[in-house]
């Protein structure tokens, strides 16, 4: 049981390169999220996924698409990189069971865009 | 807990001894917080949850405290070691249809040996 996996660890773009970052869980959860994290601050939410075959914008979607391939998987692509969108990367899933919330991080990938 | 950029607030203490962690959260109909540790070049990891018809609750050597009143939150570690050395995330389950959490900015505990 691996958890949640996330593809690369770490990537470097240059502006205006394209890439999709992976992101896989093994618990069988209904819900799976991506959140950016940018040095010495807390972790703001950039799409979620509350089941599989729906997808919603969270605080910061600007740049950013996102796919449910099923319900293991959630791809976020960044079409044309910007340096802004250095940062840390990170997916988490969730059960949502009885009103609990509990998310589940991956390890996350860390990208530098020049 | 609104960003404080770059500098995390830091709370440096004695191994052995207690930690208090701090939290305000922003919104009253929040209805379930959460605290992550966060290491180094690592994500963020469960700790302890609360809902908010609770005041109190829990863990093995962690408690979390929930002020509805003055919207603050607390986390207790007793016997703090070196591997509690980490940065601690508050989090707030701020939306329910979103279901998504808000974090806050952080607190880097230093566990000096």
């Known amino acids: 049981n691996a958890g949640v996996t996330q593809t690369p660890k770490f990537q470097v773009l240059k502006t205006g390169q394209s890439m999709t970052l992976q992101c896989a869980q093994d618990m069988n959860h209904n819900s799976m999220y991506w959140y950016r994290q940018d040095p010495g601050m807390g972790l703001r939410l950039i799409y979620y996924?509350?089941?599989?075959?729906?997808?919603d914008k969270g605080e910061v979607p600007n740049g950013y698409n996102v796919s449910r391939l099923n319900k293991r998987e959630f791809s976020l692509r960044l079409e044309s990189a910007a340096p802004s969108q250095t940062s840390v990367y990170f997916c988490a899933s969730s059960a949502l069971t009885s009103g609990y919330n509990e998310q589940f991080f991956g390890p996350g990938t860390r990208l530098t865009v020049l | 807990g609104e960003s404080v950029g770059l500098h995390l607030p830091t709370l440096s203490v004695q191994e052995g001894d207690n930690s208090i962690i701090n939290c305000a959260y922003s919104n009253s109909a929040s209805d379930y917080f959460i605290w992550y540790k966060q290491e180094s070049g690592k994500g963020p990891q469960f700790i302890i949850d609360?809902?908010?018809?609770?005041d109190k609750r829990q863990g093995q050597r962690v408690t979390v405290l929930l002020n509805k009143t003055v919207k603050h939150l607390s986390l207790q570690i007793a016997a703090t070691q070196p591997g509690d050395s980490a940065v601690y995330f508050c989090?707030?389950?701020?939306?329910?249809?979103?279901?998504?959490?808000?974090f806050g900015s952080g607190t880097r505990l230093q566990v000096q040996p």
């Open positions: 996924s509350a089941s599989e075959g729906t997808t």
């Open positions: 989090a707030e389950n701020l939306d329910t249809g979103r279901r998504a959490l808000t």
């Open positions: 609360i809902r908010s018809n609770m």
